[in-house]
């Protein structure tokens, strides 16, 4: 999300920057604020902060002396606020009624349901006593305990016995969310093999367009999820990759996703390709601008930017074969 501020101003706009209010103890707050005191020594001082104290109103009020032309979400904390503001505004952006969908990682495989797309299966468990009953009736040997919501792997944990799932949950439910809440159930799923990849997209008025594909290359670090090999970037597509981008792209249309950048991971299987989760903001893991135009000739947050500012060249990029 730190890339949008040179972006923005290279497109002679004025950045205005909002670091949304949380709740909760300073023990529960101290990740989003040693992220946010990072991210605050990265931007420039072209760059004008508005205060949110967590009153809308206030907020609202801040923003009057500016003519706004889009809101964007730099990261996951940024979603339901830019939702918000952008309907409170009048501006396009993605409608807050979908807000959760785009978080909440049970709620979007549910969506998958509803509209008859491969999803995984999985449930929100609350107790230990939770995990043990649908350990029995999930009926497989491996399973992923995770956080509702968040980013980055938090609290991922892959589980090879009944004793490591009630483990798991155990050290989850006794330990704060990627946005500093106390977890109030955590997602138990039934754990999807095959090769993972990142579908970045950016969509203007619902229409859809892949911006970069990644593999990922991760290493198993026993339960505790994984660590990061590397990503490499798919120069051209293979066998299975059209059908993983079409379901992509019904994935999209599921969750409601309607303007600006989604981070989708996917594991391509045996039997097709299915949604692990995705998330409606830029991909992070500080591929440097000049790298990625290299690649791509483009990179994400500049493309995000014409999808709310630059219709024709969001429509001719659109339609132009991956490179």
């Known amino acids: 999300g730190l890339f949008y501020e040179q972006d923005i101003l290279d497109r002679g706009y004025q950045p205005l920057v909002i670091y949304p209010h949380i709740e909760g103890s300073k023990e529960d707050k101290a990740f989003y604020e040693n992220v946010r005191a990072v991210c ?14 967590g009153n809308f109103a206030h907020l609202l009020e801040a923003l009057k002396p500016y003519d706004i032309a889009c809101v964007l979400a730099g990261s996951e904390m940024g979603v339901v ?9 009048g501006l ?7 807000s959760q969908l785009h978080l909440n990682k049970d709620l979007m495989q549910d969506a998958l349901r509803r509209h008859n797309l ?24 491996h399973v992923v305990i995770k956080q509702v919501a968040g980013a980055a792997t938090m609290g991922l944990h892959f589980c090879d016995s009944l004793e ?69 970037i798919l120069r051209k597509p293979e066998a299975g990759h059209a059908e993983m981008i079409e379901y992509a792209y019904q994935v999209l249309d599921a969750l409601d996703f309607r303007y600006g950048p989604s981070h989708g991971e996917y594991m391509l299987t045996k039997t097709g390709p299915v949604l692990i989760e995705v998330g409606a903001r830029p991909m992070g893991g500080h591929f440097e601008k000049p790298l990625l135009d290299r690649l791509l000739g ?20 659109r339609c132009s074969p991956y490179r």
């Open 40 to 53: 605050r020594r990265r931007l420039s001082d072209k760059s004008i902060l508005i205060p949110d104290d």
């Open 81 to 89: 606020l830019a939702d918000q503001l952008a309907h409170a505004l």
């Open 92 to 98: 396009p952006g993605n409608p807050p009624s979908s």
């Open 118 to 141: 491969r999803s995984i299966r999985g449930k929100v468990v609350r107790s230990v006593q939770e995990v043990r009953d649908y350990w029995k009736e999930l009926n497989v040997s």
């Open 164 to 232: 490591e799932a009630e483990a798991a949950a155990k050290q989850e439910l006794e330990t704060c969310d990627y946005f500093g809440k106390r977890a109030d159930g955590l997602i138990m799923q039934e754990r999807i093999e095959g090769t993972e990849y990142i579908v970045n997209t950016v969509s203007r008025n619902g229409v859809h367009r892949v911006t970069d594909i990644w593999v990922y290359d991760k290493i198993r670090r026993g339960q505790s999820g994984n660590a990061y090999n590397y990503a490499r």
């Open 298 to 317: 483009h990179h994400l947050t500049d493309v995000s930017l014409d999808s709310y500012l630059e219709p024709e060249a969001f429509e001719r990029e």
